[in-house]
């Protein structure tokens, strides 16, 4: 059957937390890139590919590189338009647009109707310190919706204990 890259023909794939990928990965991603063809599994025949790839990570890729766990001739093909964004503890803005969204994506799943959020709980997320980044937020609203007996989410339905104990045993490890 087709695999990721065939499925993506003529769009774009997007591989998220590429520093992730095992060394031995790494040297056939660059081959598909290079010579823009894959092969099935158990196939003998090279499919051609025009895939545009986005990649995304939360390390350094060049100190990655440096340490000799990420190849740098990949690091060189992956690399030819970069964008650092920063944490979303420095995009308060956005905050509040990521919000909404995932309140919509949320109250529709679990059917919950329209939902909003308390502009004390916006405030208490714009000064909350996001170690998890988006995905922390997305988790936090999800969790408030769930939960939430109301149709407005208050400071109450983040219960913001239960995640910093979340830190502390990842510290632990």
Do not use: W
């Amino acid at each position: 059957k087709p695999g990721l890259f065939e499925l993506a023909h003529g769009g774009t794939i997007f591989l998220d937390e590429i520093s992730e990928l095992p060394l031995l990965l790494q040297g056939r991603l660059l081959r598909v890139l290079q010579e823009k063809e894959v092969m099935r599994i158990g196939d003998n025949k090279m499919i051609p590919v025009d895939v545009r790839i986005i990649c995304a990570s939360n390390r350094s890729l060049i100190n990655l590189v440096n340490q000799k766990q990420f190849r740098s001739d990949l690091y060189f093909r992956i690399s030819t338009l970069r964008l650092k964004i920063p944490p979303l503890s420095q995009r308060a803005d956005d905050i509040e647009l990521l919000s909404s969204y995932f309140l919509k994506v949320y109250s529709s799943k679990y059917k919950k109707g329209a939902l909003a959020i308390s502009s004390e709980a916006l405030s208490y997320l714009k000064a909350y310190v996001f170690k998890g980044n988006v995905r922390e937020l997305q988790g936090m609203i999800e969790r408030a919706v769930v939960i939430s007996e109301s149709p407005t989410i208050e400071i109450d339905d983040f219960d913001a204990s239960s995640y910093s104990d979340d830190y502390d045993m990842m510290d632990a490890d």
